[in-house]
């Protein structure tokens, strides 16, 4: 038997939560399904609203026939299934999380993940370097990546430097995500590569070059944006030409649905968007949690579900899909040098930058 | 025995307002304040020694103040000569300028923002008409300017500066500036010394309404000057939200609170003042 | 040699568009003058004072105050006072403000202001309420404040849009008299507007009888009370008693015989045999008794009417028309209601008005 089951809202939360928990203790006719479901083997999956559509589409049904099991996919935000991790560590019901890299540190700082091996998920052993984190905590199954959103009528030719936007030409018609928004670190890390020529890997470190360097950025910035879609409606209209640090899944769509945009992957490289999976510490059904993981580190979902998320497959065996670069050299962000360092960053951010 | 009570019934209409204030204002706000001078060794001002001892901070309280007053001074210049036209306008006239008046209020700040790209560009409407009128020689930036967020608070805000003088200004006798004309009162004269002090209560009100809404505007300056001007307000909004650190929120939120405050009624007590000298 | 008037009104023509309000009016007034705009409410009186105050354009017309032409003079160029019917006193200023508000206004030096404003608060006996808010005052007060502010900076001309209507009876037949005094000592050239026919009586020099937006008399008050021109100015200065009828007879004199419910009447006025006229007589000069070369009739009693000093007693002729006489001295003994009783009254004071006309 396989019955699908999804939520998507943080508002519906509650009402599962309560029914998982307090099934059993209730009437009868609510406790009877709670023993169906412990008799066919089921797994919670915490991710995000957004992945949704793909779940549902290309992971969900195959994966239930070939384990004759039932996934529930909580679709929220990544603080939320944080929390629900939290508030359930003595008896987790969530089998797998689906959050960003940053929230995964907190999850990892508060001992709520399992480290995963490739002995248990072989396709962890294709996957691209730089991919998996912390020894195994988590690993990327898709890398939407940042790059330059530019606009296709100002500019010919795609931006092939991040230099490139320090040109007077570009005089008030560059826009960067603020600091406060998580696309607005490797800004930071890039400037500090340009300044110091040195290999990523050593550059981003080096904050006060990353710093001196993104100021001369000042003269060229139009803002520096908190609400991407605004940022975007500028680039559209022609007023901005650059967005450095956008993100693919955002400039993609739009160039799809016509905008006159287009996104670029510079010489000097891109970033991955962190999109990582990893086993809840003491979750149910754990092999066929591993299971799951496995399938969604596996080249045959990855190649299902890149293309309409407009991200890069992490598994080597994935082919990258068409209008994506092919050949971008592609940076890893130290998101535990970010949560240590950044309220400092934004401080300075503040002082450095104001107009 | 229940003499504390008051005597008119119809004070007790007043009592779900102010229960509701108590719990959803008063409560918070009065956290809010502990918060802000109670350390982890009991009260402490440390928390705004270190916000004030800050240069960084000084620039984000003039910030605030400076936006807040050009935008009361030009929501005042605009909007009062609406009011006195709404109070004179009869018939249709009337119902279609309070409409444009109030209307625009049902429209979001994110979607006017949005539309003042439109016009604020720099191929938009007003560049070209600046153009084409001689005053640039080539299009420049308006958005993400001052003058645009002041232009464009202005816009949110100007409501709440003409309905309170507008329903001054309605009640004011017609009769007594014609009576001040019959006196020998140019028209300035009568403006000053009749129009201007009968109206200053909507004035007074007007402007406490726009400066309070305008020096805890977070959204406005978001969308309209970005990430790189920062308010006491955003910096409040940033503390709580991004960087978890709520006892500076608090600090900055008291901060804004009692400037706010302080503008506010003391700017109230010199009007009355000034009016009444007038 | 006639000199020039003292204010001019040529031909005044206002329409709000409802029909004219004013129809070309024509007023002159001499220096030192008190007339009255008399009539009922919606006869244009008031307009007629805004169009002189400057207050409201008017569609044609000219006015020439003091050989000056100031039909195009804004209304604080015109050096016209005003003291409207509300008062218009300025809320936020003391007595002593209102007053000097016009000096201050025209920039009178600081010695002049204090001491135009002293003689003012004299003039009106409010000396000690100087300071006081004007919110303060009772309705008296605040017109002798509206009077003095007017009068602060000697206008020319003073109009009056019906100041006393605000004010009870009592307190309004002295306040006449004051004003009238006041005016009468500063030699004010005064208009006043009113729908009150006894406060023109009692006040001015001369009433202008105003009906739908045309001045049908103007003349002393003596001479619209006894010869009214109009039957409106008839109806409405005074108590009249009117009877209608038809002309059957006329004398080169000036006299008309007319066949009327009460009888064959003669009375003033030339008009052809046959006309439909109106006959009017003043209820005083009715007498009770038979009168030789009088006009005689002998309608019915139907009431009588005590009024203190006065007494009214009520007939109904053969057609049930009312006849009034009014006197001030005894009824004649006997008189019941129902019965018929013989009364008499001049031809002179009889005045005959075309019918088409009332």
Request: hydrophobic share 45%.
């Amino acid at each position: 038997m396989t019955k699908i089951v999804t939520t998507d809202s943080a508002g519906t939360r509650l009402t599962r939560r309560t029914l998982l928990h307090t099934g059993a203790a209730l009437g009868a006719g609510i406790a009877m399904p709670g023993i169906l479901r412990a008799q066919a083997r089921e797994i919670v999956i915490g991710g995000a609203a957004s992945h949704k559509p793909w779940v549902e589409a290309h992971v969900m049904p195959a994966f239930e026939k070939k384990y004759n099991a039932r996934i529930t996919f909580e679709g929220t935000k990544s603080l939320v299934n944080l929390e629900k991790m939290q508030k359930n560590k003595d008896k987790p019901y969530l089998s797998i999380v689906q959050m960003d890299d940053p929230v995964m540190i907190l999850a990892v700082k508060e001992g709520l993940l399992e480290p995963i091996t490739p002995a248990k998920v072989p396709n962890m052993a294709k996957l691209k370097p730089g991919t998996v984190h912390m020894n195994g905590m988590w690993a990327n199954y898709l890398q939407p990546w940042q790059g330059i959103a530019y606009n296709t009528n100002v500019l010919k030719t795609p931006p092939t430097s991040w230099a490139e936007a320090l040109d007077p030409k570009f005089k008030g018609r560059i826009i960067v995500p603020s600091l406060q928004n998580t696309e607005g670190l490797p800004n930071l890390f890039m400037f500090a590569h340009l300044a110091t020529g040195k290999p990523m890997t050593e550059a981003y470190k080096d904050i006060d070059a990353a710093f001196r360097e993104i100021k001369k950025l000042k003269p060229n910035l139009l803002t520096v944006y908190s609400q991407m879609p605004q940022a975007f409606s500028l680039l559209e209209q022609g007023e901005a030409h650059m967005i450095l640090g956008a993100l693919s899944s955002f400039g993609m769509q739009r160039r799809l649905d016509g905008a006159p945009v287009s996104m670029a992957a510079p010489k000097e490289g891109i970033f991955p968007v962190p999109s990582g999976i990893a086993v809840v510490k003491g979750g149910p059904n754990m092999e066929l949690a591993l299971a799951y993981i496995n399938e969604l580190l596996g080249a045959e979902v990855q190649s299902k579900i890149a293309p309409p998320t407009f991200a890069l497959p992490t598994n080597v065996d994935a082919p990258v899909p068409p209008g994506m670069p092919t050949d971008a050299k592609i940076h890893t962000i130290d998101w535990a040098f970010v949560a240590e360092n950044r309220n400092e960053w934004v401080k300075r951010w503040d002082r450095e930058m104001a107009s | 025995m229940m003499r504390w009570l008051p005597r008119d019934r119809m004070l007790w209409l007043a009592a779900p307002a102010l229960f509701y204030l108590a719990f959803f204002y008063a409560m918070p706000l009065i956290y809010l304040l502990g918060r802000s001078v109670i350390g982890p060794n009991g009260p402490t001002l440390s928390l705004f020694a270190g916000f004030f001892a800050d240069e960084y901070n000084w620039r984000v309280i003039g910030n605030t103040l400076r936006i807040a007053l050009l935008v009361t001074l030009v929501s005042l210049v605009i909007g009062y000569p609406v009011a006195l036209a709404l109070a004179r306008a009869r018939g249709l006239a009337q119902v279609m300028l309070l409409t444009a008046i109030i209307l625009p209020l049902s429209v979001g700040v994110v979607v006017k923002a949005f539309a003042w790209q439109i016009v604020l560009r720099r191929d938009g409407a007003i560049a070209k008409l600046l153009v084409a009128t001689g005053i640039w020689d080539e299009p420049q930036r308006l958005l993400f300017t001052e003058p645009g967020l002041v232009i464009g608070a202005a816009n949110v805000f100007l409501p709440f500066m003409i309905l309170p003088i507008y329903s001054v200004v309605k009640l004011i006798d017609p009769r007594l500036s014609e009576a001040g004309a019959t006196l020998g009162a140019s028209p300035i004269y009568r403006f000053r010394k009749i129009i201007l002090p009968l109206t200053m209560p909507g004035l007074i009100s007007g402007m406490a309404f726009v400066f309070s809404l305008s020096v805890s505007m977070f959204v406005i300056p978001s969308l309209l000057m970005g990430d790189r001007f920062q308010t006491l307000a955003t910096l409040t909004g940033r503390s709580f939200l991004l960087m978890r650190n709520e006892a500076l929120g608090s600090a900055t939120a008291v901060v804004l609170l009692v400037l706010a405050v302080s503008i506010v009624v003391g700017s109230t007590i010199l009007s009355r003042r000034i009016g009444k000298a007038a | 040699m006639n000199p020039a008037p003292f204010l001019d009104i040529r031909k005044a023509s206002k329409d709000f568009g409802s029909g004219p309000v004013l129809d070309g009016v024509d007023l002159a007034v001499s220096r030192g003058e008190f007339i009255s705009l008399l009539g009922p409410s919606g006869c244009g009186k008031t307009t007629l004072l805004r169009i002189i105050a400057g207050l409201t354009a008017a569609d044609g017309g000219i006015v020439t105050l003091d050989g000056q032409e100031i039909s195009r003079l804004p209304p604080h160029r015109r050096d016209v006072g005003v003291v409207f019917q509300n008062y218009a006193l300025f809320p936020h200023l003391t007595v002593a403000e209102n007053i000097a508000f016009g000096l201050r206004a025209k920039g009178a030096p600081a010695a002049e202001i204090t001491a135009t404003v002293e003689r003012f608060l004299t003039l009106i006996h409010m000396e000690a309420l100087a300071g006081r808010s004007v919110r303060a005052l009772s309705g008296g007060q605040q017109q002798r404040v509206a009077v003095a502010r007017a009068l602060a900076t000697k206008p020319k001309l003073l109009l009056l849009d019906e100041p006393f209507s605000a004010l009870d009876r009592k307190l309004r037949e002295t306040m006449q008299i004051d004003l009238r005094r006041l005016l009468r000592e500063l030699g004010t050239t005064a208009i006043f507007v009113t729908h009150d026919q006894d406060e023109a009586l009692i006040m001015s020099d001369r009433i202008a009888v105003m009906n739908r937006g045309r001045i049908e008399q103007l003349d002393t008050p003596e001479a619209i009370y006894a010869r009214p021109a109009t039957p409106f100015a008839l109806e409405f200065v005074g108590l009249s008693t009117r009877i209608a009828g038809t002309v059957t007879g006329y004398d080169p004199d000036g006299f008309v015989t007319v066949e009327t419910p009460l009888g064959t009447i003669r009375g003033r006025g030339r008009f052809e045999v046959g006309s439909p006229v109106l006959l009017g007589v003043r209820p005083e000069r009715i007498r009770f008794g038979a009168e030789d070369g009088a006009n005689v009739a002998a309608p019915v009693l139907t009431d009588i009417v005590f009024q203190g000093a006065r007494i009214q007693a009520h007939f109904a002729s053969a057609d049930q028309r009312p006849v009034m006489i009014e006197t001030s001295g005894a009824l004649p003994a006997g008189l019941t209601a129902g019965s018929p009783v013989t009364i008499s009254f001049a031809v002179e004071d009889t005045i005959a008005y075309p019918l088409a006309a009332a």
